[in-house]
């Protein structure tokens, strides 16, 4: 089933990564709908994640239980004139899926618009569990989003799977944030394996401090995800309240621990996505 899923997607000119298959085939185009039984059994067979692995500082007890090990990073790139379209069918998914009485398993859905292409959206969405993510894709409110993307409203999306359950409990914020961010960036850092228990450790720091209202007041989200597939490979997931806020980030303590970090070698590669939600109308695009 793997082999011909990789070919499906290789003469379609898609590359991604086997856990990709199922959330791809329901949401590509029209052409994709006889497979989605069939993915979805895929997915279906997915083993759990399991924590734990020596350099990994996981600590026991946290406010979500269980931790979430399901998250995704998605790029949207819409027809231009499909903006509309778009912007009323992820409306729809969104409300669904912030709805604990429809999709109990949902602990995050944000959407950003990318500040150099404004038809290009990120998405970070964020379940307790694999089931969860199963049953988001059975409900109505994701029926919406497939339903546009079958319209062929899309001119291309990447979607990187990610997961928090191998990590500490910080790793994922959940004090409430208030407004909707005017700045915002997505990193990918890819870390020397070597390093990944320091990693951690100042990731701690900068996560916590960040959140610290007294010491970083601009700043409404800090969440660290990690790839499913190359585990020493992880993202930053950074909302501000502007760009001052977020140049203010850049100077403190916290942050100086990261950059610290840096200096010392200990990343391989970083890439940076600028992102922002306050353009986006009505002010629902940033989860509180």
Known sequence: IEKAFSCLFEL?????????????SLTWNKAMVPFVALSLLLLGAAQPLRRAGSTELVTAGSSLDPLPRWAELV?????PDRLDDFLKAIHADMSGSRDKSLDPGCLRFDVLRDRDEPNKFHGHV?????????LHFKMAHFRAWADFVASSGLVSQAITMCEMSSLPEWSLQTSPSDGQPACAVVVTVEIHPDRLEDFLQVLQRDAEGSRDKALDPGTLRFDLLRDREVRNKFYFYEAYVDD????????TKHYHAW??????GGVLSQAVIKAEAASIPGGWAFQP
């Open 244 to 251: 001052a806020a977020a140049a203010h980030h850049k100077t």
């Open 12 to 24: 379609v000119g898609v590359s991604c990564s086997r856990t990709v298959y199922t959330h791809l």
């Open 126 to 134: 964020v379940f307790v569990d694999d089931d969860a993510a199963r």
């Open 259 to 264: 950059a610290d970090f840096k200096a010392s």
């Open 75 to 79: 790029t949207l790139e819409i027809k």
